[in-house]
């Protein structure tokens, strides 16, 4: 899979931008705050419905614009799709493929890409529910159909934690609250499917995380990964990770074990008025040489499991994907990186149909990774560098 062109209106600081993209590497450069990343942002939502820097979508429109759109023309499978998506800021988004209208949601269905920037550091060293968010992402793009799923888990998750603060609020004893258990079992369906899927994933990345830390760090740091579950107690109340990693559960305990800690936890949940246990609250547990990464790793060491998490999505797409390849972006990574890093990082994304880079510095970015530069100032292509692609050859254009 690659993207032909991107066409941006009001999207960030753009209020217009057209993009033709090659095959292979391509390099956005531009000093910082000039829009070089919101290009690449822009195809992120295509795939993924949410930004890597924020969580509103608002703050994707332009200042002063009711609505954004991002359109983009795409070869998959050797056949072109224009997909576009319409943000808006007062009513709900819309999206088309080839100008028939679809469900927002349905998009990752026919684009794909694996984004690495800088907030990714926050995987090895944030809160759990960044790598909770991750592994969602990753499974949506595997297989769209579990974006209506954990819609639904959170939907009845908010539905669930309200009736625990009004049996609070009201004195409500558990065994005379009987809606509680119509939630419980759906919470347990839904959830269930979640922890399963979940798992599955993580026995798909833990070889490819193990090479792909190799390839990036050129060490063998035993980089491993396991999934905490908090049905079987992996997971303090107050969300915050253990220090240990699990083996994963037989997939036919997970439902009945989900009901045992809903009816171990229900006395907790009714006097703090929140669900304890579910997918909501697991954990990704990574970890170097037997220790765990958050908190032990080195900066260098954070950066390169990172990265290898990111690699071993990008591994795990492109095996089982019939739209061929993820499109890969690398936000301002290259700069966070020593010069032997970067031409290994080089080496590990080389044979990917379509790279997009962007840098401040366009020394940073190692030389085979430059055939196509684009320059960004102030919002505005200034500047695309002739690019022969299959023969083609396109000029430079100036909008």
Do not use: C
């Amino acid at each position: 899979m690659r993207v032909l062109h991107l066409s941006l209106t009001d999207f960030r600081n753009y209020a217009t931008a057209e993009v033709s993209l090659a095959r292979g590497p391509n390099l956005f450069v531009g000093r910082n705050g000039q829009g070089k990343t919101n290009l690449v942002e822009s195809l992120g939502y295509l795939a993924t419905l949410s930004s890597h820097r924020v969580s509103s979508d608002a703050a994707l429109i332009r200042q002063g614009a009711d609505s954004a759109i991002i359109r983009a023309r795409l070869e998959s499978s050797e056949r072109d799709l224009l997909a576009e998506v319409q943000i808006n800021r007062s009513s709900p988004n819309r999206a088309q493929i080839n100008r028939g209208a679809i469900k927002p949601r349905e998009l990752p269905r026919y684009f794909s890409s694996i984004l690495f920037a800088p907030e990714d550091l926050a995987l090895v060293r944030g809160e759990p529910s960044g790598r909770r968010r991750f592994l969602d992402e990753l499974l949506v793009a595997r297989s769209p159909r579990l974006a209506g799923v954990l819609s639904d888990y959170d939907r009845v998750l908010r539905q669930r934690n309200t009736l625990l603060k009004s049996a609070r609020a009201s004195g409500v004893r558990g065994d005379k609250l009987s809606t509680l258990d119509i939630w419980d079992d759906r919470l347990v369906v839904l959830g269930s499917e979640i922890i399963t899927a979940r798992q599955r994933l993580v026995a798909l990345l833990l070889p490819e995380v193990s090479s792909s830390y190799r390839a990036v760090a050129g060490d063998d740091h035993a980089a491993t990964l396991s999934l905490v579950v908090s049905i079987r107690g992996g997971v303090r109340d107050d969300d915050e990770p253990l220090e240990s990693g699990q083996d994963a559960l037989p997939e036919s305990e997970i439902d009945p074990l989900f009901r045992e800690a809903l009816t171990r936890v229900r006395r907790s949940e009714l006097d703090r008025g929140v669900t304890l246990v579910g997918p909501h609250r697991d954990d990704l547990f990574l970890s170097l040489n037997a220790l765990p990464a958050r908190g032990y790793a080195s900066h260098g060491e954070s950066w390169s499991f990172a990265l290898a998490l990111k690699l071993a999505s990008a591994a795990v797409l492109r095996t089982d994907s019939v739209t061929g390849d993820p499109v890969i972006v690398l936000d301002d990574v290259f700069a966070e990186l020593d010069r032997s890093r970067r031409e290994r990082l080089a080496d590990a994304v080389a044979d990917y149909e379509q790279v997009l880079i962007t840098a401040a510095v366009e020394e940073d970015v190692p030389e085979r990774l430059a055939a196509h530069t684009v320059r960004i100032s102030k919002g505005t292509v200034v500047d695309e560098g002739t690019v022969v692609d299959e023969g083609t050859i396109v000029d430079g254009v100036t909008t």
